[in-house]
Structures are given as structure tokens and as C-alpha cells.
């Protein structure tokens, strides 16, 4: 890899790998995303980080909202499925690249993070959790500025550093959120359904002790807790009031696999909405 491009580890497998099919999938999962726009400022997202033949059209019913919409930076914050390596990571390039184009890595911002707070620079990472999301953010925004955070600890209650040095940092910007997560991966289709039910209702209470209290239970298998936490914390403290449930579902509802045993992965798509 290029140090000044972090190329896609993903395309042509997790999504298409050619720009032009990559805009019409993701174009066609907007059509498909049904739902009234929502009212108020949309500062914040959960979204599901399958391949989107899995999750794209549960991840579209969040990003069309914003379609045509301009912020000043995006922050996406994920959950690294590899060894960590510190705390927090974030790349070092200056670019991530999908099949759309180059996305400007704020690295501004990024450095006055890293003045806060102990962040690891890597090179090169092929974690699909935070590169899933920026096809959508690229054909719903067209250009924007990126500030990627990787998380790499599974404490919901150990990132009040992260968030205050946001909070503080992003103060007068517009700035646009994205908690990457999927929620249950559980090898029995109805116990997601029963556990993925107690995530969305803690979510949808917007209730950030009651949320992180279901996200910390010793049985949870949402592998981005700590980005939700995160998220709903930062957006919290910047004036948001209410989290949506846009759309839910699952890996068994999409393949019609719901037998006993079959492996079953939760995916959702929320938005977190400031008067």
C-alpha cells in the first residue's frame, strides 16, 4: 500500500469492485429504503458492516437521509476485528481509497486527537468495518473530509477520554457520526432475535447508562459496543436528544437460513437526531 493511500482490502468481494456497478448497487438500495425524512439535524448513525449483500440495504435506510447533505467532517468510528494494537488506531495515510475515489483524511483534526488522546498510527490495516461504510458516505455526500477511528479495547465504559477530546475538538463544526457495528453473532437464529430485541430497545431509550449496561452484559456479541458507546455519548453532549430505529433485521432473514444451529448475525440502521 501507498503510506499516502490507504487502499480497499474489500472491493470485489465485501462490495463491487468496479465504481461504476458500486453506484448502482448502492444507488438501487436507495430506491428500495423506504421511509418519511426524518425531522430535526441528523448528526449520527448506527450502521451494520457485512458485506452489503448482507447489510447494504439495512446501512442504505440511514444514508439516504443524507443524501445531498454537506457536513464539515465525518467521523467513523469501528471496532477492529484483527489484533489491536492500541487502544485507539487510526490510519496514517492521508487518503482512503474505494473504487469512488480518494477520501480526504482530516489529519488536522486527527493530530489534535491524537494531542488527547493515546492514539496508534498504522500504515497499512484491512479492517472492513469503517472501509464498508465510506462507499455510502461517498454517493450520498460526494466530497467529504474523514476522521477514521479504530477501536481497539472492549470497555463500553472506557472511552470518556475519546469523547471529551471530540466534544471539545469538533465544538462549531458540523460533523456527522457513524458508529460501525453489527449486533448479535449468535450460531442459533431465534436467541439473536431475542438479544438483538434488548439492544434496540436500550438504544431506542437513548438512555446512555442503559445502553451501555445491555452492551456490557458478559453474553453480548455486538462487536461494536464501544463505537456505539462512543457515538451515542459524543452526539449526546453536542445537543442530540433521540436515536431512530430505521430498519433491523438479520443474516437468517436475508438468506431464509434460520434453522437450529445456523450461524445469525443482527444488523441495524439508526439515526441520532438533534432538534
Known amino acids: 500500500m501507498n503510506a499516502e493511500v490507504r487502499s480497499s482490502v ?43 449483500t448482507y447489510s447494504g440495504q439495512v446501512a442504505a435506510y440511514g444514508y439516504k437521509q443524507v443524501v445531498g ?13 484483527q489484533m489491536a494494537v492500541g487502544r485507539y488506531v487510526t490510519s496514517s495515510a492521508s487518503y482512503y481509497e474505494t473504487p469512488l475515489g480518494k477520501i480526504s483524511v482530516d489529519k488536522e483534526l486527527v493530530q489534535r486527537v491524537a494531542q488527547e488522546v493515546d492514539i496508534t498510527f498504522i500504515s497499512q490495516d ?14 450520498a455526500l460526494g466530497d467529504f473530509a474523514l476522521l477514521p477511528l479504530m477501536v481497539g479495547h472492549g470497555n463500553v465504559y472506557d472511552c470518556d477520554d475519546l469523547v471529551k477530546a471530540l466534544v471539545e475538538i469538533l465544538k462549531g463544526k458540523t460533523s456527522l457520526f457513524v458508529a460501525s457495528t453489527d449486533l448479535h453473532h449468535i450460531a442459533d437464529y431465534d436467541e439473536v432475535v431475542r438479544k438483538d430485541k434488548a439492544v434496540v430497545e436500550a438504544l431506542s431509550s437513548f438512555d446512555l447508562e442503559k445502553i451501555r449496561e445491555t452492551l456490557n452484559r458478559r ?5 461494536g459496543r464501544v463505537p456505539v458507546s462512543i457515538v451515542v455519548e459524543a452526539t449526546q453532549r453536542m445537543g442530540a436528544k433521540k436515536l431512530l430505529v430505521l430498519h433491523q433485521t438479520n443474516s437468517g432473514d436475508v438468506t431464509g437460513e434460520k434453522g437450529f ?7 441495524l440502521s439508526a439515526a441520532i437526531v438533534k432538534p
Open 10 to 52: 474489500i472491493a470485489g468481494t465485501w462490495y463491487p469492485g468496479n465504481s461504476g456497478q458500486l453506484k448502482k448497487t448502492i444507488e438501487g438500495y436507495f430506491k428500495k429504503a423506504e421511509g418519511a425524512p426524518i425531522q430535526g439535524e441528523i448528526v449520527g448513525f448506527v450502521s451494520p458492516h457485512a458485506g452489503y
Open 126 to 139: 484491512h479492517e472492513h468495518s469503517l472501509e464498508i461504510q465510506l462507499p455510502f458516505l461517498q454517493v
Open 69 to 81: 447533505k454537506s457536513f464539515d467532517i465525518v467521523v467513523v468510528v469501528s471496532p477492529l476485528h
Open 261 to 267: 444451529g445456523q450461524y445469525t448475525v443482527g444488523y
Open 219 to 223: 453474553d453480548c456479541s455486538v462487536c
